[in-house]
């Protein structure tokens, strides 16, 4: 590999010498043309992770970024890729992934009369979801474009930002070599709000602690787990969490948040306080009218988000660092001795079981995987109308081991399943991914698999086949909204399209085919898509 001297460096040469000293050597993307200037002589100490689509591509960087813990690069095509990404980008701006998402652009000669696929708003067009969009008004303001871009990304809350770059700037002249800088990734909560609440946290008889995707985001999890213990408190995790911050198989851990405010609500009664940490207050879904709190129960949030701590409707808030605030909060909070042991999660159901002539019910689908899931393994979930029965039989036990979409859309799980086990062997460790996906789910963005086989990544892509979007019934009952059409999925056959794409492939009907297969693929070091017939049973929502 050759460095071109300072004197004779392009625009192109300054970037990926920037790139490489940020440690952003993986591109995730799809070429287009208007990109092909960018990606020329790409660079041997460089990866490029090509995605059959551009949604693919985004939630790949997602998920990568995610198990890294650091940024990722992403590169799209003008206008129509980036449209394209819109979904994922969502996603990410909803998880705080910080990522670099860029767009080729036509040349600058051309701009002025709109030439074919010239993107004519570039910068509006990734509005609201990035936390700033950009084009360089000359070429050689392009590297220093991706420094900016990069500190604005990983400076919290992080997120993604967006740089549109003219496909013929990269071969203009650099004015010299980008300036790499380094910027905080973390900043403080005010310490004297941070004694107030602990001495509200101290003083209270009966709170309640909720962790959200913050904390396993901010890698506090040792934090979160000590401060629990020490207060001795329920702990709750956030409703539809993206990220799971506390071992859910802990003696104090009382299962997610409800999705509704009534339900909330009736949670929180009988608590004094309510202390969330790492989240919003409340994430909720179906409206279900109530109070945001009980009568006698006051709540303090603390958030690495000023936007999240604007919008809560109830208590007070504080904005900082959420691993900061914890380790903290342990050496300032004085709890009174001998507080009594919360009820602990109701694990002693018996798994609901099929009569022999039906389908397998999703109890003991999660209830199987949580027999063969070694200790290490990641899941990534996307299968909507089963999230209560992951929880119970599939539980969540030691950090950044559980990611699901941070939007709500469909179609993240499985490329982010591909972008974790990429983001886990970048960082050499190479862990296991098992990924519920929904049968309609899957649809969305099956391409992705065909990555994960190039890659020959270690993931057990678990379809659970009810032939329905079954969480769309049970809102269609909440809502009153009788004959919506379009909610049944008949005739995929999903192990074929699998295959078709370069994984291994199983339909299995039993506890035990499913059991064999997962150990199976779990051996093959190659993904797996194992289709498994479930009945379509109605989720609770509130």
């Not at 609440?197 to 787990?225: C, H, K, Q, Y």
């Not at 109701?346 to 397998?360: F, H, I, T």
């Not at 086990?421 to 050499?428: D, E, P, S």
């Amino acid at each position: 590999m050759t460095t071109a001297t300072p004197a004779s460096q392009t625009v192109h040469d300054a970037t990926y010498d920037l790139l490489r000293k940020l440690g952003l050597t993986t591109v995730f993307g799809n070429p287009g043309s208007t990109e092909q200037t960018f990606l020329q002589d790409f660079p041997d100490d460089f990866t490029y992770v090509l995605a059959l689509q551009e949604a693919s591509a985004l939630a790949m960087a997602d998920g990568f970024a995610q198990a890294t813990g650091k940024a990722a690069l992403v590169n799209l095509h003008t206008a129509a890729g980036t449209g394209n990404a819109m979904g994922s980008l969502v996603a990410a701006f909803r998880a705080n992934t910080p990522l670099i998402v860029t767009a080729g652009q036509q040349t600058r000669e051309m701009s002025l009369c709109d030439p074919y696929l010239n993107n004519r708003d570039a910068t509006t067009m990734p509005h609201p979801w990035v936390k700033w969009s950009f084009e360089p008004g000359r070429a050689q303001d392009v590297p220093a474009a991706f420094m900016q871009a990069y500190a604005i990304a990983t400076q919290p809350p992080m997120g993604p930002v967006f740089l549109s770059i003219p496909l013929d700037d990269w071969h203009q002249p650099a004015l010299g070599p980008a300036v790499v800088r380094s910027v905080s990734h973390r900043v403080g909560p005010d310490p004297e709000r941070l004694r107030c609440f602990a001495d509200r946290i101290s003083r209270a008889t009966n709170p309640l602690l909720m962790l959200g995707p913050e904390v396993d985001r901010a890698d506090g999890w040792a934090a979160g787990v000590a401060f629990a213990e020490k207060l001795g408190a329920p702990v709750r995790g956030s409703a539809l969490a993206d990220r799971t911050s506390f071992p859910e198989d802990h003696r104090l851990y009382a299962g997610s948040m409800p999705m509704t405010i009534a339900e909330c609500n009736q949670v929180m009664k009988g608590h004094d306080l309510v202390v969330v940490i790492g989240a919003q207050v409340f994430r909720y879904y179906p409206y279900i009218a109530g109070e945001y709190l009980p009568e006698g129960t006051e709540l303090l949030q603390i958030t690495a988000s000023p936007h999240l701590a604007s919008v809560a409707p109830v208590g007070d808030s504080a904005v900082g660092d959420v691993r900061i605030a914890l380790e903290c909060l342990l050496e300032m909070v004085d709890p009174p001795p001998g507080r009594a042991a919360p009820a602990p999660f109701n694990r002693d159901r018996a798994v609901k079981a099929s009569a022999p002539s039906e389908l397998l019910t999703a109890d003991e689908v999660y209830a199987t995987l949580g027999a063969v899931r070694p200790d290490d393994a990641v899941v990534v979930m996307e299968s909507t109308s089963t999230m209560a029965e992951m929880q119970q039989w599939l539980p969540t036990t030691r950090t950044a081991s559980h990611f699901s979409t941070g939007s709500g859309g469909i179609g993240w799980g499985v490329p982010g399943a591909v972008g974790v086990a990429l983001g886990n062997r970048a960082r050499g460790a190479e862990r296991p991914v098992i990924a519920t996906i929904g049968d309609g789910s899957f649809q969305y963005s099956i391409q992705a698999i065909w990555t994960a086989a190039q890659h020959k990544l270690p993931i057990v892509f678990v379809v659970l086949r009810n032939g329905a979007y079954v969480v769309l019934k049970s809102f269609a009952l909440l809502e009153n909204t009788p004959r919506v059409p379009g909610l049944d999925l008949p005739g995929l056959d999903i192990a074929a399209l699998a295959t078709g794409f370069g994984c291994r492939a199983a339909n299995v009907e039993s506890t035990e085919e499913l059991a064999a297969e997962v150990e199976a693929a779990l051996r093959a070091g190659a993904p797996t898509v194992i289709v498994v017939r479930t009945q379509a049973e109605l989720p609770h929502l509130g």
